[in-house]
């Protein structure tokens, strides 16, 4: 009996007898975090108007106990004690106004920002919700999540550790990090001009290719594929070998191979892209739908994933992504993406 | 007799192995979750299939849980497939129906052919999408499964989808309670295994979805199978499309809560299982087919899990009568039998598997109970080893398969 009465125990007890937790409501929604945090801000709004009309900062503390700090004004002094700059900030920073953050600081709990946000050199934040722009200069971090309305953009070697998304755009420059991006428009290294970005949001518009896995003839291949140079592939292509699409290629449906897949420049994927190893996209490639790759990605300079009226996603363990590409809906590298220059 | 107990000992060592294979790879191995991240894309058009015989007390529950998923309302339909219910199951989903213009559209089925497949063969005059899913009436849905299970079928290799199956009624009694570690173990270890050693991932006709022109290809849903997701599953393979495993795309159910359901269940699982073992085992393993080598193997393996509880019980039955006969010295070969005895039958998992299984989850007590688990194992091998009894007799009695609707026992609608 004695190796039964932990099982008795428990069966009586039923200390661990709740349904395995599954998550039924956020579903993974990239902008979960921020639209929990919205709810703070939405409690400082009264301290944040008073703040703006008297040109003001003021102090206290959320029911939860965190501490905030409200700017109604921009300078400096928010940032100083004693004539010395501060390092580390360790309240919770609402901006009602437009606000440029101070250089080499460190933010241990989450800003929020009605206007535009710009973040200081080498700075280091928790969280960002910007209602505005959100723009952080060269080799900051975020290190859990940053969502801002209006555009997103990095400066050189920035790290977004988590979540990053836009409901406009992300522009990141070489030498940033990130993980998991999110907006109707990612860009690297050449961000859109805000004047521009809606002229420019209907310009890559025209084109757009349909990515939904509609019933499309299939060939099934043992081996190592290579589709030829300017050749048109009427359907979708499966191998359980490697898969190269030549250069300029056309495939009308989707592309998989069980091994590592190459696609060589310019060529044009109506579908889906999937790999169960590597995949290597060229220059100025067109992918319709989603692209996937089981064990790592490199995306050169001038290959567009997605289109604006149909977002796609790219995703990998591991992504290398050259500036001057652009994806157009979610690009999630699970382990660490890296944006390099334009070879 | 002696041969005859080596090659049941044989048998079950090579299931033992691969438990403990599939288990250990779960622990430290490479984990493939592909097509889980794929949360932004053009999403198609999908029909979800409710299959609902006499479903009063669950179907309101899986219809809500469906209006409320985050997938593109203008994209997705969801038909019940009420079949032949006597109960209050028609009226219900007629309320919705009309609460819902667009998003429901009911197909009744008054006569024909018993059974889950006959009912879903007849249901596809409603379907025109290229994706379907398929729920039984006792599963609630997530906010994002839709998307979730959809999300594979952008790979023009997968025919089919299965999502992790979750007992939502743990907590009622010792029965509940054990099928929600062998449900733990069968998800979380073996079937994310398979995944990730590209094996055979097993279909289970709920929380799942088909390509409809693969099954079209294949020839459509088989209403001579009381299993109708193990045909499937083999069908699909056959014909050179993947079945793929999301562990992450979990969904609740209700397990059944007095062992005479849940003996005549495991009954019918076993019976549809080997069925398709003799239909498609042999071509799986010899013929010419797109099925991979390891494919071939697991698949079989797969197939025959049921058919190891009756040559489990033969085992012990020449172990002990040679042992009484004192032909030979068989103490390893006993000691063998017993250590591998958990881990060869059936539907369930072995003791180390839900142990990892349950470390996986994050979950701590309810390990406890693992020594239980030898209830369950004494009423599943008796069950299932009195399924292939029958099944073999069948020819014999002439008695006819029949299927049998799993009652349900939620009291809150």
Known sequence: MLPLLPAIVELRLKRDAQPLNVIQQHAGEIRHFANGFRKVAVELQIPLRECIATGTSAAGKLPDGDEYLVLGRADNEPWMRGGKPLAICRVVVAAGIDVVLPDEMTFVKEIYAAGQLTGGKGST??????????????????????????????EHDCDLYGRASSDQEIDLQSGCIFQRLNAPRISFGHPTAAVDRVKSVASDAIGDLP?????????????????????????????????????????????????????????????????????????????????VAEHGMVVDSGTQCGAIRTPTTVSAPTIEIEEGALVFGTLWARDEGRVVPKA | MIYCLFAIVALISIYTGRHYGFTLNRLFGFQRHPYIDIDTAEWPDVTVLVAAHNEEKVITNILAALMAVNYPQEKMLVVPVNDRSTDRTREIIDKFSDEHPGR????????????????????????????????????????????????????????????????????????????????????????????????????????????RSALLEIGGW?????????????????????????????????????????????????????????????????????????ERIDGVLLLGVYAMAPLTLIGWFLA?????????????????????????????????????????????????????????FGVSIFSVSRAVISQLMAPLTGAQFHWDKTERFRTTP
Request: proline share 5%.
């Open chain 1, 125 to 154: 934040y928790r969280a960002i919700l910007g209602d505005q722009d959100v723009h952080l200069q060269r080799a900051s971090k975020v290190t859990r999540w940053a969502h801002a309305v209006g555009a997103f953009r990095a």
């Open chain 2, 320 to 376: 002990l009568a040679l042992f009484y006969a004192g032909t030979a010295p068989l103490h390893g070969v006993i000691a063998l039998l017993a250590f591998t005895a958990y881990a060869a039958t059936g539907n369930f998992a072995a003791f180390f598997e839900i142990a990892a299984a349950a470390r996986l989850d994050y979950t701590r007590q309810r390990i406890c109970l693992l020594p239980f688990l030898v209830l369950g």
């Open chain 2, 104 to 211: 429901i559209r009911a197909f009744h089925r008054e006569s024909g052919k018993g059974g889950k497949a006959a009912a879903l063969k007849d249901a596809m005059q409603m379907v025109e999408t290229e994706v379907i899913l398929i729920f039984d009436a006792d599963y609630i849905p997530g906010r994002g499964l839709i998307k979730q299970l959809v999300a594979p079928f952008f790979d023009p290799e997968v025919g089919g989808v299965m999502g992790r199956v979750v007992p939502l009624n743990v907590g009622t009694n010792l029965l509940t309670r054990l099928l929600d570690l062998e449900r733990s173990g069968g998800y979380q270890v073996d079937q994310q295994a398979r995944m990730n050693l590209r094996l055979v991932p097993q279909h289970g006709g709920t929380v799942a979805g088909v390509r």
């Open chain 1, 211 to 291: 990515s939904s896995p509609a019933p499309i003839a299939r060939t099934l291949h043992d081996e190592n594929v290579d589709i030829p140079p300017g050749a048109v592939i009427p359907g979708s292509i499966v191998t359980r070998g490697k898969l190269r699409i030549g250069a300029g290629a056309r495939v009308l449906g989707s592309a998989k191979s069980d091994k590592a897949m190459t696609v060589d420049a310019g060529a044009y994927v109506e579908g889906s892209l999937i790999s169960s190893g590597t995949m290597h996209i060229g220059r100025n490639c067109r992918v319709g739908g989603p692209v």
């Open chain 2, 222 to 294: 088989n209403d001579n199978s009381l299993t109708e997701d193990t045909d499937l599953t083999f069908r699909l393979l056959l014909a050179g499309w993947k079945t793929v495993y999301q562990n992450r795309s979990e969904c609740y159910e209700e397990v059944p809560e007095t062992w005479p359901v849940r003996i005549k269940q495991i009954m019918r699982w076993a019976k549809g299982h080997n069925q398709a073992l003799v239909a498609y085992g042999f071509h799986l393993l010899f013929g010419k087919h797109r099925a991979t080598p390891r």
